[in-house]
């Protein structure tokens, strides 16, 4: 008997096509008297079945804390909505900032064009804040890790800082 190897809205890698694809619905084939589909096809838009051997599931990412070691970045974007003279108070008139999390240049966070119009110097900090994350959460580790190494010659001071750090750091791994 055959049992689902992908669910209905989840990535596959479609091989003989060498595209990804979601899958819209699963097909399953029954013979008469089975309890169950002898076996189960999958639909994922592109205009014909594919058995599961066809297709390959999305591998994930292990997950891994930030130890400064991703790279992300600014990069400047053309501002569409509005020509460079009416918008000469913004930081880097006729731009806006987008932070690239990737090693492609076109990965990452942007922020909606009304929302930088209305205080560009904001978004420009955000975006440096964003830009930082990963080397500020190495920071945080080092500094956890350190404070757990040097036992109780700390100060007070520097061990809530370490405990803040700990918390920071649980939150954003969502341990919290």
């Known amino acids: 008997m055959a049992k689902a190897q992908f669910h209905k809205n989840q990535r596959v890698y479609v ?16 013979a008469k008297g089975l309890d169950e589909p002898i076996r189960i096809f999958y639909d994922v838009g592109l205009g014909r079945e ?14 891994a804390r930030s130890n ?23 930081p880097v008139p006729g731009t806006y900032p987008v932070i690239v999390t990737g090693d492609a240049e076109w990965g990452g966070w942007r922020v909606p064009g009304a929302e930088y119009d209305l205080s560009p110097e904001k978004v420009e900090r955000q975006a440096r804040l964003i830009a930082s ?28 800082l370490a405990h803040d750090a700990q918390d920071l750091l649980a939150g954003v791994e969502g341990d919290v």
């Not at 091989?15 to 029954?30: D, M, N, Q, S, Y």
């Not at 594919?50 to 997950?63: C, G, I, K, V, Y």
């Not at 190495?138 to 036992?151: F, H, I, K, P, Q």
């Open 50 to 63: 594919f058995a599961a051997d066809e297709l390959q599931a999305e591998q994930p990412l292990a997950h």
């Open 68 to 90: 400064g070691s991703e790279h992300w970045r600014i990069i400047r974007a053309r501002n569409k909505w509005q020509p460079a003279e009416d918008c000469a108070r913004h």
């Open 133 to 160: 994350a990963p080397r500020l959460a190495g920071m945080a580790t080092e500094l956890v890790e350190w404070a757990r190494n040097s036992g109780e010659e700390m100060p007070t001071d520097l061990v809530q």
């Open 15 to 30: 091989k003989p096509v060498g595209t990804w694809a979601l899958v819209e619905r699963l097909i399953p084939h029954w």
